[in-house]
């Protein structure tokens, strides 16, 4: 009896997933385009890391988080927020006054810095093409694709990314990756194929499919193997302009027994003193909307390829996230209770600290588990 | 989880010659102990989502909880000897004491129960179950019940490291 009191303290601790409905995950969702909305200077900069208790900016700045939430409010625009498009076009702008050539098309410069990063070009174009589908406007093309030209011109030929562009020699940085910069390449290439079919972006989104599935963990020594939700995204989205491998296939099971456990996990840490000392404390905003984007990702796969091993399962995990989600961001009563309301409402919060991805990744997840809500599954 | 896997879990778990060598009553009481016992693990069976909700808890959780509950029992059957054949209540009012408990129906039987019933269905659980305890009630010769319990007990503690997996890395 002692055995099963103790596995039930200790292993069998309760899942505090919660449930959730489309309206409040929607309620969710157009409270952080209101944090984003508000906390979004007139260039199209955001607050990048605020301390709620202190009430002070921390300062700093991150060009591919920039882009990722302006893929994020077009997402939400998509879904028919209000302001998240308008937002999402100054998120935009500023990124387009930073476009310089590179790799015989064009990428997102960071000022200042000898190499640039791939990763703000690799979710910038998404987030273009998000724009593209919801407004069916195709005045970013020419963006698009030298956004896609470069990337695919810093892809190796195994399908490894180089993380780095150095602006000197007009080349990629050699021997140097980026755990998420590959995925989200990936990503971006494989919806380039989507928004223009046959122009050649398909089978360089496939290299980096095969490399992402096959070598990457090894070849980039990686352990335990990466959470990549951007690989998910990437996955989803060559399911929708052609079958996946069985290989591809594996690899989207494999995500999913990465996200699993570790959504359960999250979803046994409380703010108790007891799960703090056998769980840890609650993962941030950021984190656990990337689960989210990935679990809804793998339904994704299901929804075009039917039940792949198991992967119906990403619905209840996906709800699970959301639930988690919902529950945790801080809400208009609650940020009453700090100095500025406006820089707490709709967003989440680590020791009393919330960083522009938080938002970024936990608005994609919610977002995304609204068709599975509304689908009933 | 396949019926297959069910039955050789539900067998591994019920550990049939180490039972059978633990109770002196005769074989229409242990067999009408084995229905009991079987009855007892349909209805945990039927209430496995149920109960799994009010506890909160994932099957894939339950699986972890199962494979280190299994594995411990494996162990335990592994090393110790085969116990002797207690004292119960005399005629039919044995299958009740000790037949069903406490030597059948034990905390192990009763996780995996559960566990089962969510993962494969309460008709695939009941099969499992009604052949893992019937072999109870079949007599086996004292000269082979060392290595069947052998047997039971390492295929218990591979089950279990298989259900832990399964546990861990479901999505």
């Known amino acids: 009896m002692a055995f099963l009191v103790g596995l039930r303290l200790l292993i069998l601790?309760?899942?505090?997933?919660?449930?959730?409905?489309?309206?409040?995950?929607?309620?969710?969702?157009?409270?952080?385009?209101?944090?984003?909305?508000?906390?979004?200077?007139?260039?199209?900069?955001?607050?990048?890391?605020?301390?709620?208790?202190?009430?002070?900016?921390?300062?700093?700045?991150?060009?591919?988080r920039h882009a990722g939430l302006t893929l994020s409010l077009y997402q939400a625009a998509a879904e028919g927020l209000a302001d998240a498009l308008a937002t999402a076009d100054r998120g935009s702008s500023w990124l387009s006054e930073r476009l310089v050539e590179a790799g015989g098309g064009v990428t997102v410069d960071e000022p200042g810095a000898s190499t640039v990063p791939v990763g703000a070009s690799a979710l910038w174009a998404v987030a273009l093409a998000e724009r593209r589908f919801l407004t069916g406007e195709d005045d970013f093309d020419d963006v698009l694709r030298g956004l896609g030209t470069f990337l695919a011109s810093q892809v190796e030929d195994n399908g490894a990314v180089?993380?780095?562009?150095?602006?000197?020699?007009?080349?990629?940085?050699?021997?140097?990756?980026?755990?998420?910069?590959?995925?989200?390449?990936?990503?971006?290439?494989?919806?380039?194929?989507?928004?223009?079919?046959?122009?050649?972006?398909?089978?360089?989104?496939?290299?980096?499919?095969?490399?992402?599935?096959t070598e990457r963990d090894d070849a980039e020594d990686r352990f335990p193997p990466v959470s990549d939700h951007w690989a998910a995204y990437g996955l989803a989205e060559t399911a929708s302009w052609r079958g996946l491998s069985a290989t591809e296939q594996e690899y989207a099971v494999r995500l999913g027994e990465i996200f699993g456990p570790q959504i359960r996990y999250a979803s046994q840490r409380t703010e108790s003193w007891f799960t703090h000392r056998?769980?840890?404390?609650?993962?941030?905003?950021?984190?656990?909307?990337?689960?989210?984007?990935?679990?809804?990702?793998?339904?994704?796969?299901?929804?075009?390829?039917?039940?792949?091993?198991?992967?119906?399962?990403?619905?209840?995990?996906?709800?699970?996230?959301?639930?988690?989600?919902?529950?945790?961001?801080?809400?208009?009563?609650?940020?009453?209770?700090?100095?500025?309301?406006?820089?707490?409402?709709?967003?989440?919060?680590?020791?009393?600290?919330?960083?522009?991805?938080?938002?970024?990744?936990?608005?994609?997840?919610?977002?995304?588990?609204?068709?599975?809500?509304?689908?009933?599954? | 989880m396949s019926v297959w896997l069910a039955i050789v879990l539900l067998i591994a778990v019920v550990n049939p010659a180490r039972r059978r060598a633990e109770l002196a009553n005769g074989t229409p009481v242990i067999a009408a102990g084995a229905v009991l016992t079987l009855g007892a693990v349909a209805l945990l069976g039927w209430w496995g989502n149920g109960l799994i909700d009010a506890l909160d808890i994932s099957a894939p959780t339950l699986r972890v909880g199962v494979g280190l509950v299994l594995a411990v029992g494996g162990l335990v059957d592994l090393v110790r000897p085969l116990p002797g054949r207690g004292e119960g209540v005399?005629?039919?009012?044995?299958?009740?004491?000790?037949?069903?408990?406490?030597?059948?129906?034990?905390?192990?039987?009763?996780?995996?129960?559960?566990?089962?019933?969510?993962?494969?269905?309460?008709?695939?659980?009941?099969?499992?179950?009604?052949?893992g305890l019937g072999l109870v009630a079949v007599p086996t010769a004292q000269r082979w019940a060392r290595p069947l319990n052998v047997v039971a007990a390492t295929a218990l503690i591979v089950l279990a490291v298989d259900r832990l997996i399964d546990g861990v890395f479901a999505l």
Request: aromatic share 8%.
């Open chain 1, 13 to 64: 601790q309760p899942e505090r997933c919660g449930t959730v409905t489309a309206q409040e995950v929607r309620a969710a969702a157009l409270a952080t385009v209101g944090w984003l909305t508000v906390n979004q200077a007139d260039d199209g900069e955001w607050l990048y890391r605020y301390d709620a208790p202190a009430g002070e900016d921390l300062g700093g700045y991150n060009i591919t």
């Open chain 1, 162 to 213: 180089a993380e780095r562009w150095d602006r000197r020699d007009d080349a990629p940085v050699a021997g140097r990756y980026s755990v998420f910069y590959t995925g989200e390449a990936y990503f971006a290439l494989a919806r380039l194929e989507r928004v223009f079919p046959g122009e050649g972006f398909g089978p360089v989104a496939d290299r980096v499919g095969h490399y992402l599935a």
């Open chain 1, 278 to 377: 056998t769980r840890g404390r609650q993962t941030l905003g950021a984190g656990l909307g990337t689960l989210g984007e990935g679990t809804t990702s793998l339904w994704t796969i299901t929804q075009l390829e039917g039940d792949v091993g198991g992967l119906e399962a990403a619905a209840e995990r996906s709800h699970c996230v959301a639930g988690l989600l919902v529950e945790r961001q801080i809400d208009a009563v609650e940020a009453r209770e700090f100095q500025d309301p406006e820089r707490v409402a709709g967003a989440w919060f680590q020791f009393g600290v919330t960083q522009m991805d938080d938002q970024q990744h936990t608005l994609s997840a919610l977002l995304r588990t609204l068709p599975i809500l509304e689908a009933g599954t």
């Open chain 2, 90 to 131: 005399a005629g039919m009012g044995g299958a009740v004491i000790p037949v069903f408990f406490p030597v059948l129906f034990r905390p192990e039987l009763a996780l995996v129960a559960v566990s089962v019933s969510v993962d494969a269905g309460l008709g695939a659980l009941t099969v499992a179950a009604a052949i």
